[in-house]
């Protein structure tokens, strides 16, 4: 009971529910527009004449725009508000998946699915700076909890209901399935439009577009240096992919050095690097990178593990996952509470580790165990992910003034994607380099050994990354609640507030 009623003070207002609902159905329909979008790849590559790789360019074209202008989109909600940018992003989001489902050519498809990724970039870069606004930093892990929760069950309803779509209706009804999703979440963000939003100093300088087209650039450049968009085998050690890779990481440094250069002279820089200076933002962020990080190593090491380590099909890497991503519906909500009335420092610390446990677990004895407890090696992993991610979000907003809650929310979208980026690019590399040139020759017993072997070797390299996480969140100072401090709730204007 104390944990509802603590819930209870959160949705005290009719405004603090609305932001909510708006968020958490945004969320949903955002996540479902992701992940679970992969399992219509081999229907799409069928129904165009094409190969499952190509049709993998529907993910990239949605990752690529939604990582590279995250950022941009968070600095549009400064300059016209947060608010009016979020809900642009839902009506994008929602027309871009009901055009997706008209296409009649792939490259139709492949623009909307980009055009999807704008829409989520507008609305996740604006989410964290709406939920800081309307709750105080003592109530943000609670609040920061709710769409979080609600994203994770985007990905069980995208699951369960795409794979009955594919079987018996087609990959059309994924897309439409979008149309009541949105219809929701435009309904739920409509009264946010008459919230009276606050501005700021910043609200009135000018964009430096000049900026921004170098940094979406460069964050472009890192995206795709972690996809395997080049011939033969998807590896970062063959002769293909050598000559694809190392000139894309030279392209990102090159427009990393110039957006630098460009930066230190501007007078409204498109990203304020001073902010950096900021000792508990920045070691917030960095513990944020890692995190994402650890994710998407689990994301790319298990299916390897389930498909060619044991040699069983796709629908086994979901038996490993779905239980793992199930943590996500009940345990921000208690850490989010947990956050809020202890403060605890080390909770961002021990969540990471057990990460790490999990990954340490699932590399070193997936092996020695049979294949149906294969997730509860996860399971440290998979009590981790649902603690860190909520609480995070809260200490990065709470690092930072009223002024920069903007600057902040683009970085933590950033971060997320920079860490997915790099997080399939470490477990990857690390299973390359250790599988022979040859493998492809070698028998299935041979084969599976060795990349047993490159499980552990690319699990140890995850493991001490996120440690290091782990220790940079152990020495980040966490928010003193001033007594009980509460921000107002932003007043309606117009007709009022719906309840």
Excluded: C
């Excluded at 892990?141 to 069950?153: D, E, N, Q, Y």
């Excluded at 606050?198 to 430096?208: H, Q």
């Excluded at 929310?409 to 380099?433: D, Y």
């Excluded at 020759?441 to 996120?466: H, K, N």
């Amino acid at each position: 009971m104390s944990l509802l009623s603590n819930y209870r003070e959160v949705l005290d207002t009719p405004a603090r529910r609305q932001t909510l609902l708006a968020l958490s159905s945004t969320f949903l329909l955002v996540q479902v527009a992701s992940f679970p979008v992969a399992l219509s790849l081999p229907s799409i590559a069928n129904d165009f004449l094409i190969d499952v790789e190509t049709a993998a360019w529907i993910l990239v074209a949605e990752l690529l725009t939604l990582g590279a202008t995250v950022f941009l989109a968070a600095k549009l909600g400064d300059r016209y508000g947060h608010n009016r940018v979020f809900f642009l992003g839902i009506v994008i989001t929602t027309l871009g998946a009901v055009a997706a489902g008209f296409s009649m050519t792939f490259t139709q498809l492949l623009i909307f699915r980009g055009i999807q990724g704008i829409g989520a970039a507008l609305v996740t870069g604006n989410a964290n700076v709406i939920l800081a606004a309307t709750f105080a930093p003592a109530e943000r892990g609670r609040a920061f909890a709710v769409p979080i929760t609600a994203a994770r069950a985007g990905t069980f309803i995208g699951l369960i209901t795409f794979a009955i779509f594919l079987q018996f209706i087609g990959w059309r009804a994924i897309f439409f399935s979008f149309i009541p999703l949105g219809i929701i979440a435009i309904w739920s963000g409509l009264p946010m439009l008459r919230q009276k939003e606050e501005r700021t100093a910043d609200a009135d300088l000018p964009v430096d577009f000049g900026g921004a087209f170098l940094f979406i650039g460069a964050i472009a450049a890192l995206i795709l240096s972690g996809l395997h968009l080049h011939s033969g085998e998807e590896s970062f050690t063959s002769s293909d992919a050598i000559s694809y890779h190392l000139p894309m990481h030279a392209m990102f440094i090159i427009l990393l050095v110039a957006f630098i250069l460009v930066e230190r002279r501007m007078k409204h820089p498109f990203v304020d690097l001073k902010q950096f200076k900021n000792r508990h933002f920045s070691l917030a962020l960095f513990s944020n990178t890692t995190f994402h990080l650890s994710m998407l190593a689990i994301m790319t090491l298990v299916p390897i593990l389930v498909e060619e380590g044991f040699g069983y099909g796709p629908i086994y890497v979901i038996y490993v996952l779905l239980p793992h991503q199930s943590m996500g519906l009940v345990i921000p909500v208690v850490a989010g509470w947990y956050y809020d009335k202890y403060q605890s420092r080390l909770l961002r610390p021990i969540s990471m580790s057990l990460i790490a446990l999990g990954i340490f677990l699932l590399g070193m004895f997936s092996m020695q165990v049979p294949f149906w407890l294969i997730p509860l090696l996860l399971f440290p992993a998979s009590i981790g992910t649902s603690i860190f991610n909520t609480i995070n979000n809260a200490v990065i907003m709470n690092s930072v003034a009223p002024t920069h809650r903007g600057f902040a929310s683009g970085m933590i979208e950033t971060t997320r994607q920079v860490g997915h980026t790099l997080g399939a690019t470490a477990a990857a590399s690390a299973l390359g380099l250790a599988l022979p040139a040859g493998i492809a020759l070698l028998s299935e017993g041979e084969a599976q050994d060795y990349y047993f072997r490159g499980l552990q070797a690319a699990a140890l390299v995850v493991v001490w990354i996120i440690l290091a996480g782990a220790v940079v969140a152990f020495n980040h100072q966490t928010y003193k609640t001033p007594g009980r401090e509460k921000a107002p709730a932003p007043q309606a204007s117009g007709s009022g507030d719906a309840a």
